[in-house]
């Protein structure tokens, strides 16, 4: 995950939270949390316990973030990168509130009866895992009427305004494809992908748990018999450079949709 698409990834998050933002620079800004942001992102249960307790007018903290380390317009802001913590929390708070949903394009009509199709969104990551790891993000739609797959479309769709019930002279088209069958097509496209990506950092890795492995062999090669230090210096190896590979889905969500995601606004 990039800079750029963790930046993004922010000022949207907040924004869909009613959180307030004030841009500082092109990659620093301050954040006015909500209550709810507060308590899910700031740990101060005993602050939250009092204010409820006493009933005195809540304070939610701000945050000053930056996505650009050598950003020199806010020295102070936490730089927020794939590895901090504070982005790992925020994953974290997605995937337990937005772990699924269904949601209505909100058009205005007259009269006139206009129908919503039906797309099913899912949005994970695909974890690669050994003595290094990378993890790259994907979002999918996929038309539960005619089976077409997009990819990146909750970039495609984001900028549509949406409900959550079915907004008044609109049907819905009934989906052709099941959503069951539809998260299974969408795996399978994603573990196809996985099985045609480069694999030579796997291949890198076993190299050097096989050195590793040697070298312990060498070690307590004049060992009879193998003390307990052994095994787990070998476990210990194996588990570091072993090549692991996990598909996860963070969230999902069926999209009613009334013109195409690809279609000119």
């Not at 730089?79 to 949903?101: D, N, Q, T, W, Y």
Request: aromatic share 12%.
């Amino acid at each position: 995950m990039h800079q750029t698409e963790i930046h993004s990834f922010l000022t949207h998050f907040f924004n869909e939270n009613q959180c307030d933002i004030t841009l500082l620079s092109p990659k620093t800004f301050q954040v006015q949390l909500t209550k709810e942001m507060d308590k899910a992102l700031m740990n101060r249960p005993f602050y939250w316990h009092y204010v409820e307790k006493t009933g005195a007018e809540p304070q939610p903290a701000t945050l000053t973030l930056k996505t650009a380390y050598e950003d020199e317009e806010k020295q102070q802001a936490e730089f927020i990168h794939f590895g901090s913590p504070r982005l790992h929390e925020i994953f974290r708070f997605v995937e337990k509130k937005g772990a699924h949903g269904k949601f209505y394009e909100g058009v205005k009509t007259s009269s006139q009866a206009i129908s919503l199709k039906p797309w099913l969104s899912l949005n994970g990551k695909i974890s690669y895992k050994c003595h290094q790891k990378r993890e790259t993000f994907f979002s999918i739609g996929l038309s539960l009427i005619t089976g077409e797959m997009l990819n990146d479309f909750h970039t495609l769709i984001d900028d549509r305004s949406y409900l959550v019930t079915i907004p008044d002279y609109c049907f819905t088209l009934t989906p052709l494809i099941k959503p069951g069958t539809g998260i299974s097509r969408i795996q399978n496209h994603i573990k196809k992908k996985i099985e045609n990506d480069n694999h030579e950092w796997a291949d890198i890795a076993e190299e050097k748990m096989k050195k590793d492995l040697s070298l312990l062999d060498i070690f307590y090669d004049d060992v009879f018999p193998k003390p307990a230090s052994y095994e787990k210096e070998k476990e210990a190896i194996i588990e570091q450079y072993k090549p692991i590979i996990e598909l996860s889905i963070i969230n999902g969500g069926l999209f009613y949709l009334y013109s195409h995601p690809l279609a000119q606004k």
